[in-house]
């Protein structure tokens, strides 16, 4: 049969952030898959050298426009670890109960996304109403609904009232039965699991030759996540389940990653209810003692790592940062090949792709 | 993953190899190799740690010259340092081993002009396809 390359991207209604396919097609099977990454690189590492430690918050916060407040998290928590601060309880509780907040509303915006790309169009707008609940949340407490600029280095600039956390533990219950109501469907809707079962598969040594990493990585039912392995506090002090599943397809992502966010409600609890009292941050100084740092932490989509060399001024020498989104686009063409044509809007929404996070 | 094991494992295997005292740590293990060890060791950590996930490789041109860091992680972290004189930027590949090395290794090749030798796919991912103005992490470049 005569070979068809099929060019998708970098501008294409099934993708929302610009990547570019070449795939080779014979008849409706996908045989070869080339990837082009880079439309929307914006020397992110670079620029960071040219600011100062403060000025690359909010820099670093428009890496993702998913997940800002881990990024953020992470460069905080390594430049704290270099200037040799210690970040006051209430201070990290927050920033995590922020972390949560947004892997629920990560988790529920991805549902939308490969329900909409699967052509289920009920689930996309449950889950995308129901992240509302989050957003909102985040809202009151930073001001930004995606971009919320919680972080500082040495601690947070938010602060939460009983009122405020009562309020936000009302919707909690409400968010939480729609969670419970989307993971019905997805255990038991015979279109969804037609879909996406088979599809994508990643073996659990294609997930360690690849360095995968995430919820792709505990779909395929290996058992990683940095906020249990790496505790840092309030980690430490919470109960939590790190969900895996062995079938390692689209239909074990999906389900794995409405399971966690189940778990993140269940850890915005326990946050809710153990926050501590006292100050929120502390002081940090301009400059940065010269040192070198490898800060990691679990963002909605897996491992982030940031890598920071200081050089004793106020600007960092070099910050290296490596988002999950790499690790999951280096399995595509693995995932691709063999899938027929019709399987690739739900092989590439599997994965979770954020392409402004691999770009940079 | 028990970092001294492998750092002694490391240290018996290449006597010439430094344990960095500067890293400020939250959870990382610096060890720097000669540019020439670095498959060995890496072989060494595969077949005796079972270490195979490599989080990211960072280059840095320090004005001196450039190094190249292999972060390892399993539950622990560790961080494979070489250091590359700017009269012999190359360094062998490493992706026939961790074939999730080939896109940082690819982002090394273009942002520093680093030779990495024998990588299946040496093209540049990020820059755009005209980009003349040298590679950007090199101190050499100016930042635009």
Same mark, same amino acid.
């Given at each position: ?83 040799g601060l210690e970040v006051p309880p209430r201070g990290l509780y ?30 996309f707008m449950y889950a995308w109403r129901d992240r509302e609940i ?66 994508? @598969?990643?073996? %659990?040594? =294609?997930? /360690? ?10 779909? +395929? !039912? *290996? #058992? ?105 686009? @280096?399995?595509? %063409?693995? =995932?691709? /090949? ?10 590439? +929404? !599997? *994965? #979770? ?8 | ?84 004189p700017y009269d012999a930027l190359h360094v062998a590949s490493v ?50």
């Open positions: 049969m005569t070979r068809v390359t099929i060019p998708i991207g970098p501008q294409h209604p099934l993708l929302k952030e610009p990547l570019s396919f070449l795939l080779t097609v014979e008849g409706e099977e996908v045989m070869e898959s080339v990837l082009r990454l880079g439309y929307v690189h914006r020397g992110i590492e670079r620029l960071c050298q040219e600011r100062t430690y403060v000025q690359n918050i909010p820099l670093i916060e428009r890496v993702c426009g998913i997940c800002s407040h881990v990024h953020t998290t992470t460069y905080c928590q390594g430049v704290e670890a270099l200037s927050l920033r995590a109960l922020m972390c949560e907040m947004e892997r629920i509303h990560s988790h529920l915006l991805w549902l939308g996304v490969l329900s909409k790309n699967m052509g289920f169009d009920t689930i989050v957003l909102d949340i985040m809202e009151e407490l930073s001001g930004g609904r995606v971009s919320h600029a919680v972080n500082v280095v040495g601690g947070v600039r938010i602060d939460l009232d009983e009122e405020h956390a009562r309020s936000i533990l009302t919707r909690f219950d409400v968010l939480e039965q729609q969670v419970e109501r989307a993971l019905e469907l997805i255990e038991y809707e015979p279109t969804l699991m037609a879909r996406t079962q088979g599809v994508g @598969i990643l073996s %659990p040594e =294609q997930v /360690r030759r690849y360095c995968v990493v995430g919820p792709v990585a505990r779909a +395929s !039912g *290996v #058992d990683i996540d940095l906020r249990r392995d790496l505790p840092r506090p309030p980690y430490d002090r919470l109960e939590f389940k790190v969900i895996t599943h062995p079938a390692g397809d689209v239909w074990a992502r999906t389900l794995v990653r409405v399971r966690e966010t189940r778990e993140s409600l269940h850890l915005c609890r326990q946050i809710i209810a153990q926050l501590p009292d006292g100050p929120t941050s502390v002081t940090a100084k301009r400059r940065v003692p010269e040192g070198e740092v490898v800060s990691r932490s679990e963002a909605p989509r897996g491992e982030v790592i940031y890598y920071i060399r200081s050089d004793d001024s106020d600007k960092p020498a070099r910050l290296k940062i490596r988002t999950p989104t790499m690790t999951a686009l @280096i399995t595509l %063409p693995d =995932q691709l /090949r063999g899938a027929t044509m019709a399987d690739v809007p739900v092989v590439l +929404s !599997g *994965v #979770d792709l954020c392409i402004a996070c691999a770009d940079r | 993953m028990d970092v001294a094991a492998v750092v002694q494992a490391l240290q018996a295997a290449f006597p010439d190899c430094d344990v960095a005292a500067r890293a400020v740590s939250i959870d990382d293990t610096f060890v720097t190799l000669p540019v020439g060890a670095l498959r060995t060791a890496i072989e060494l950590l595969h077949e005796r740690f079972d270490l195979y996930h490599l989080s990211t490789i960072t280059g840095i041109d320090t004005g001196e010259a450039v190094e190249i860091l292999y972060h390892f992680w399993d539950r622990r972290g560790l961080t494979l340092r070489i250091v590359l992706t026939d081993l961790i074939p999730g090395a080939a896109f940082y290794e690819r982002e090394i090749i273009e942002m520093l002009d680093v030779m990495v030798e024998g990588h299946p796919d040496p093209r540049p991912m990020l820059l755009p396809d005209d980009w003349d103005e040298g590679a950007p992490l090199r101190k050499q470049t100016e930042a635009v």
